[in-house]
């Protein structure tokens, strides 16, 4: 199953994104970042002065695990002192049993929470976030079907990541990805063709395979 992104236009705020983790997860949120200026929104160069703030993060390394945890208690003041602020938190760790339902008992000013499956589907949960007005848990057990025509907002000009498989199917007792990215789904060829031609178009010089 194929879809295509659908975005809704929202009133122009800033946002800040804070990645740990792989490559995958880079790109990731660089979707994100697309998807919020897709509607409207701008980078902000701090957290302090964000509207929004994601928190993209990492189950492979425990050390990143401990990263997040100080980085969200850490934002508490900052909450405190911005009411109307927006805390997402997403990314593998939040597709472990139970973490989910932690985050928020440990930190309850966290608004959304959502995993690798979904996230497409990041600016319908921050409409929910702002208009009821209460925290926003969407994490997904199952994968879903590829979505294609997100925005990407890259780092680059001249270097881009191009994902052409999600999960994995090798169930290494040393590794969590197909806990946390599901099993393996391939993109269709030919999409994964037209992405990176269209980056050749607009002078990229490298591109990253990525799955």
């Not at 990263?67 to 009411?83: D, F, R, S, T, W």
């Amino acid at each position: 199953m194929r879809r295509r992104a659908e975005m809704t236009t929202y009133n122009k705020s800033t946002y800040y994104i804070e990645t740990w983790g792989c490559q995958m997860n880079e790109e990731d949120s660089e979707k994100l970042s697309g998807m919020l200026k897709n509607i409207g929104y701008v980078k902000a160069e701090t957290k302090e002065n964000a509207d929004v703030i994601i928190f993209n993060t990492c189950a492979v390394r425990e050390n990143a695990e401990l990263k997040v945890y100080g980085n969200i208690g850490a934002l508490k003041k900052l909450k405190e002192a911005k009411p109307d602020l927006i805390i997402a938190i997403c990314g593998c760790m939040m597709q472990q049993k139970g973490m989910a339902e932690n985050i928020i008992k440990k930190y309850p000013f966290v608004d959304i929470i959502f995993g690798t499956h979904n996230s497409y589907k990041f600016p319908e949960y921050l409409n929910r976030a702002k208009q009821e007005c209460k925290s926003v848990i969407e994490v997904v057990d199952k994968e879903e079907g590829i979505v294609e025509g997100i925005p990407v907002d890259r780092k680059s000009d001249i270097k881009a990541f191009v994902t052409i498989t999600y999960g994995c199917n090798n169930f290494c007792t040393y590794c969590i990805v197909p806990y946390v990215r599901g099993r393996e789904r391939s993109r269709q060829p030919e999409e994964i063709i037209k992405e990176i031609k269209s980056l050749v178009a607009v002078g990229y010089k490298e591109v990253t395979l990525l799955g």
